[in-house]
């Protein structure tokens, strides 16, 4: 499968709410939205349904969480969808794919939303920062980003490169976390189609794992 740049575009707006919509455009316009909207979602969900068959059995991610296009009142500025090793499906970490107007991520995160629900402290979670640089030596460093999950998913997070090569970064970025966590993961920008994107979304997680499962060991 490839992502193409109208995958991207179709989240590029600047009014997502349905009662704005209504106020600007016709009956048809929105439908006809709502309909470009479906089918990008569509392929989406059939992206992610094809990852989890590509990963191995021993991850046990097989059923996704793939979020849905529209909450009821707002189309959604991103598709995101969730992994989680389904022995630990209600822990606050996961693994998880996003694609929003700027780019195509898979990455380690806590969620934070209704996280009192769930198993797995904050502070087990951000213990993980011990375990980057060991960790980065398994795969290619330069593919990777690390920032703080209160910093904007449009912004331009730091290189994995670059955080580990000034010692001062991993204090630099406990500051400012904001009593939040830290996210880890590979990004793909909207520059040109990217091929094999199932491909490319399988083995990111198989590489982001042995992070996961440091936080399932004792859980």
Not at 19 to 28: A, R
Not at 42 to 55: M, N, P, R
Not at 78 to 99: G, M
Request: with cysteine; aromatic share 12%; hydrophobic share 35%.
């Amino acid at each position: 499968m490839e992502l193409l740049e109208s995958d991207f575009q179709v989240l590029d707006r600047e009014i997502y709410t349905f009662k704005q919509l209504k106020e600007q455009y016709s009956n048809e316009e929105i439908d006809q939205i709502k309909q470009t909207y479906k089918e990008h979602w569509q392929k989406w969900k059939v992206l992610q349904l094809t990852v989890a068959t590509l990963l191995p059995n021993n991850l046990q991610m097989k059923k996704p969480k793939i979020e849905s296009w529209t909450n009821g009142w707002n189309l959604r500025n991103h598709f995101w969808s969730a992994y989680r090793d389904p022995t630990h499906k209600n822990q606050n970490a996961c693994l998880a794919v996003l694609l929003n107007k700027k780019q195509f991520q898979i990455y380690l995160m806590f969620q934070h939303y209704k996280s009192e629900g769930r198993s797995g402290s904050l502070t087990s979670y951000n213990e993980l920062l011990e375990q980057i640089s060991a960790w980065s030596k398994t795969v290619k460093s330069e593919e990777y980003y690390i920032w703080p999950q209160v910093e904007s998913e449009l912004v331009d997070h730091l290189p994995l490169t670059k955080f580990l090569a000034d010692p001062e970064q991993p204090k630099k970025l406990k500051c400012s976390l904001e009593g939040r966590s830290f996210q880890i993961g590979k990004l793909l920008f909207k520059t040109e189609p990217i091929p094999a994107i199932e491909e490319v979304a399988a083995t990111a997680i198989q590489e982001l794992a042995p992070l996961y499962s440091a936080l399932n060991v004792n859980s």
